[in-house]
T-cell receptor, first 113, second 110 residues
C-alpha cells in the first residue's frame, strides 16, 4: 500500500556534524511537508513544498537548516551544523492538492549529543 | 491567539463512554479541518476531515464543525482502550498554510 517513507529511522550524531534526512512522498502527491516534534513544542512546520517548489520555510532556522526536493520522489532536510537543541523527531508528510489532508511518514528520531 | 488551540488534557473516560475532544481556531484558518490520532512513539494518522458546517460521521467517530463559533470537535462513541492516544486538531487556509494544535491526550479506562 502507498505510504511515505523516511530514512534513517534513527540517527545519533555529535554536535557540529551534518545530518541529512530523506523522505519519499506517496507517488502522485504534489505537496510535501517537513515537521519537527518535541514534547515541549509539539508539531512545528519547518518547510512546505508544492510541485517541488518551496512555498513556506518560515519555520526553519535558515542559518543551519535547508530543505530541497531534487525530484518528485525525494525530499531532503539537512542540518549543518547540528546542535543538541535539534534533537527531536522529524516527520515528513505528503498530500494531494493544497487543502487535502496529509499522510505522515514514520519519522526520523534525531539525537544530537 | 494561536491558529489552532486544544486543551492538552489529559482526558480520561471509561470504556464504552463517549469521548469529546474540542478545538478552537482563529480567523486565519477557516478552510478545512482535520483530526489526527497519534499513538505514543508513532506518527500522526488522519482519522477525519471536515470542510463544511455540521456533522460528519465515520464509524464510531463524528466530527462537528461550527464556523460561526470557530470550533471543531471530535466525538468518539463506545470508546475503547485502543482509542487511548493523543488527538491532534489541524486546520488549513486558502493561503497554503497548515496548522496543528498541540494535541489532547485521551485515556480510555477499561
Amino acid at each position: 500500500d502507498a505510504r511515505v517513507t523516511q530514512t534513517p529511522r534513527d540517527k545519533v550524531t555529535e554536535m557540529g556534524q551534518e545530518v541529512t534526512m530523506r523522505c519519499q512522498p506517496i507517488l502522485g502527491h504534489n505537496t510535501v511537508f517537513w515537521y519537527r516534534q518535541t514534547m515541549m513544542q509539539g508539531l512545528e512546520l519547518l518547510a512546505y513544498f508544492r510541485n517541488r517548489a518551496p512555498l513556506d520555510d518560515s519555520g526553519m532556522p535558515k542559518d543551519r537548516f535547508s530543505a530541497e526536493m531534487p525530484d518528485a520522489t525525494l525530499a531532503t532536510l539537512k542540518i549543518q551544523p547540528s546542535e543538541p537543541r535539534d534533537s527531536a523527531v522529524y516527520f515528513c508528510a505528503s498530500g494531494l492538492d493544497d487543502l487535502a489532508s496529509q499522510y505522515f511518514g514514520p519519522g526520523t528520531r534525531l539525537t544530537v549529543l | 491567539q494561536k491558529e489552532v488551540e486544544q486543551n492538552s488534557g489529559p482526558l480520561s473516560v471509561p470504556e464504552g463512554a463517549i469521548a469529546s475532544l474540542n478545538c478552537t481556531y482563529s480567523d486565519r484558518v477557516s478552510q478545512s479541518f482535520f483530526w489526527y490520532r497519534q499513538y505514543s512513539g508513532k506518527s500522526p494518522e488522519l482519522i477525519m476531515s471536515i470542510y463544511s458546517n455540521g456533522d460528519k460521521e465515520d464509524g464510531r467517530f463524528t466530527a462537528q464543525l461550527n464556523k460561526a463559533s470557530q470550533y471543531v470537535s471530535l466525538l468518539i462513541r463506545d470508546s475503547q482502550p485502543s482509542d487511548s492516544a493523543t488527538y491532534l486538531c489541524a486546520a488549513s487556509n486558502t493561503g497554503n498554510q497548515f496548522y496543528f494544535g498541540t494535541g489532547t491526550s485521551l485515556t480510555v479506562i477499561p
